[in-house]
């Protein structure tokens, strides 16, 4: 999403910011079911999410990631889509880190809920 299409919709700079603070989260959320290459990452997260969920650059989320130890490359394999590809796996300490965010969000989100609720009428 470009600079002038968050300017005209405010709306779209909470979702921007909202999908770079969970990318990770996700990210790791999908490397728990599986090993996965990049682009598979984003096009499940598009898929699963009804399209809500389009993060068309994850690589500064997986390069970050690496560097911290969280994920880490487990070796080229063919694609179904016939193309050799680098495939990325969680680690132990990647594990630990998601459940940690996991429980972040849950505790963040639930608050968030419980405030909305506070303003609804019956």
């Not at 910011?17 to 682009?39: C, D, S, V, W």
């Not at 990325?88 to 963040?108: K, N, P, V, W």
């Not at 989100?109 to 009428?121: F, M, N, P, R």
Request: charge should be neutral; charged fraction near 25%; aromatic fraction near 10%.
């Amino acid at each position: 999403m470009t600079n002038d299409a968050i300017a005209k919709d405010p709306a779209a700079s909470l979702e921007e910011n909202l999908k770079k603070a969970l990318t990770e989260l996700l990210i790791l959320h999908l490397l728990t079911r599986r090993e996965f290459y990049i682009g598979e990452l984003t096009a499940t997260l598009q898929q699963e999410s009804g399209g809500a969920l389009n993060i068309v650059f994850p690589y500064s989320a997986v390069y970050r990631l690496q560097r911290e130890g969280y994920i880490v490359e487990s070796g080229k394999r063919i694609a179904p889509d016939g193309r050799r590809r680098q495939y990325l796996s969680i680690t132990e300490h990647g594990h630990a880190y998601y459940s940690q965010l996991l429980q972040t969000y849950d505790r963040f989100t639930g608050g968030i809920t419980a405030v909305l609720k506070q303003g609804e009428v019956s």
